[in-house]
């Protein structure tokens, strides 16, 4: 992100071809290298590589008030890939994303998991979805 993208505006969600993004940022978030850190998270027992992903503090209080059912999403841990992530584009709805939550938490298995793993190393390698 630019300095300052949310100064004037405060917390903003992602939209394809987001304008607070930089060139580098774009790279990063098209091949994903960006989610590197997040290999920290799961070492420490925050995260799993699977899961739901965490969404900003500024929205999740927003969107419990908003969307029904937007709790579930809190019975697993977060993943850095998730089916949401994997079936749908980076910049879609939280209502959306939601739904793809839902299914993979109350389908949970490593068969699913490894089948999301697969799919997210088909997104990376293809870029599809990286916007």
Known sequence: ????????TGPVLASKDDPRVTFIGKYLRKTRMDELP???????????????RPERPAFVSRFLEEI??????????????????????????ARNKLKYDLIYIYHQSLFFDFKIILQ???????????Q
């Not at 997040?38 to 739901?52: A, E, R, T, Y």
């Open 1 to 8: 992100m630019k300095i300052g993208a949310e100064e004037e």
């Open 38 to 52: 997040q290999l920290f998270n799961i070492l420490k027992g925050d995260m799993s590589f699977v899961g739901p």
């Open 68 to 93: 029904p059912g937007y709790a579930e999403r809190f019975k697993v841990k977060p993943g850095i890939t998730g089916l949401a992530q994997v079936s749908g584009f980076y910049a879609t709805t």
């Open 120 to 130: 997210t190393l088909k997104v990376v390698l293809t870029g599809r979805g990286a």
